[in-house]
DNA sequence: AAGTCACTCAACCGCAGGACG
DNA sequence: GCGTCCTGCGGTTGAGTGACT
């Protein structure tokens, strides 16, 4: 036996706010404040479901809302936060003030989503999809002939792809063509960007977004190495062979010929945000990983270790985005 | 001018988790 | 421990609107 409704569905208003409905919220809550939602319908005189009032009044009515369009700033935040910890669109709010997770989401479906994808870029992966295809070309035997026709047609006019109106990512593009889920791969950490693994970072910068301009991705290219403009020339630049654990993998299956343009070995860049706090320390375990790239131990012990590490090294992670 | 299409965004839905008795 | 209620969250829907043919 389910859960009740919380309403008497048959009985509710439902669709667009009025004025007036707005009105009776407002003064209801300025005379009483919020809380216990269930019963501020009937309190204020309203024929709305509760968790309809308390929606309209955490996404319109609260009076600290901004309602004016979103500023490069806080785009490039949100593109920023997404690349760590994905759809979590309540945490990303919370980073800009007077926006609700409902504001970031559309404007992240509808706009920066779709901006990502006309540069090239995976909204999900947040990495060319010239590499993402290379990458599934890797692991699924390096047939994908096609990958280079597709990331033209991604790059050039996603709108006109009826796969990726549907899907949105490179990667859901594979899994729906392919039928194939190759889930320890497309959940990992490494590539789903944890913020645990986040100081190896594709600098795929904002910068370049929100100025309108491509990326330094090539969709020819699959060995993707893509460097920070501002980054002194001189310092030397961490690396992260990660594909070297996927090879080591036993779970996904190894392939032949992954040499020449079919080899990913990517170079990870130093993220900025991580400069700024603990230069030295992530400049180290960069460094560490950067050397070795062993591929002798499995992907996944190597990535439980890597948090361990960054974890006990980095422990505003788990305060940053309420883990 | 009328019809169609694409896009935006407010609102809805179902689920999960916490609080409480 | 269990059931109920409330709240919060992310995914999805659909009405409204402007652009295009």
Not at 3 to 29: M, Q
Not at 193 to 217: A, E, I, K, R, Y
Request: hydrophobic share 25%; proline share 6%; net charge neutral.
């Amino acid at each position: 036996m389910g859960r009740p409704p919380c309403c008497d569905k048959s009985n509710v208003k439902k669709g667009l706010w009025t004025a007036e409905e707005d009105a009776k919220i407002l003064a209801y809550v300025a005379i009483h404040g919020v809380g216990n939602w269930s019963l501020i319908p009937k309190k204020a005189g309203l024929n709305r479901c509760g968790k309809s009032c308390r929606l309209r009044w955490t996404n319109y009515l609260r009076p600290d809302l901004k309602h004016d369009s979103f500023s490069p700033q806080e785009e490039e935040l949100i593109i920023h936060c997404h690349r760590i910890i994905g759809s979590r669109w309540s945490s990303i709010a919370q980073k800009l003030p007077g926006r609700t997770d409902n504001d970031v989401k559309n404007h992240w479906n509808t706009k920066l989503k779709k901006r990502l994808m006309k540069m090239g870029i995976d909204p999900v992966t947040h990495k060319p999809v010239s590499q993402v295809l290379s990458e599934f070309r890797n692991i699924s035997g390096g047939h994908g002939n096609s990958s280079e026709t597709f990331v033209r047609n991604f790059k050039t006019e996603p709108s006109n792809n009826s796969i990726l109106t549907q899907s949105n990512s490179a990667w859901e593009m594979i899994r729906n063509t392919t039928g194939h889920h190759h889930e320890s791969y497309y959940n990992s950490p490494m590539i789903f960007t944890n913020p645990t693994s986040s100081p190896f970072h594709f600098s795929n910068d904002s910068v370049h977004l929100l100025n309108g301009t491509t990326s330094s991705c090539s969709s020819s290219s699959s060995s993707a190495s893509i460097t920070q403009p501002n980054q002194d020339p001189q310092a030397p630049v961490p690396t992260f062979c990660w594909s070297d654990y996927l090879l080591s993998d036993p779970v996904i299956p190894q392939t032949q010929g992954v040499g020449s343009s079919a080899t990913s070995s990517i170079t990870f860049t130093h993220n900025e945000n991580f400069n700024s706090q603990t230069d030295s320390n992530s400049q180290k375990t960069a460094s560490n990983s950067s050397g070795t790239c062993h591929s002798t131990s499995s992907f996944v012990d190597e990535i439980l270790d890597k948090d361990q590490e960054m974890l006990s090294q980095f422990p505003q992670l788990l305060t940053d985005f309420d883990y």
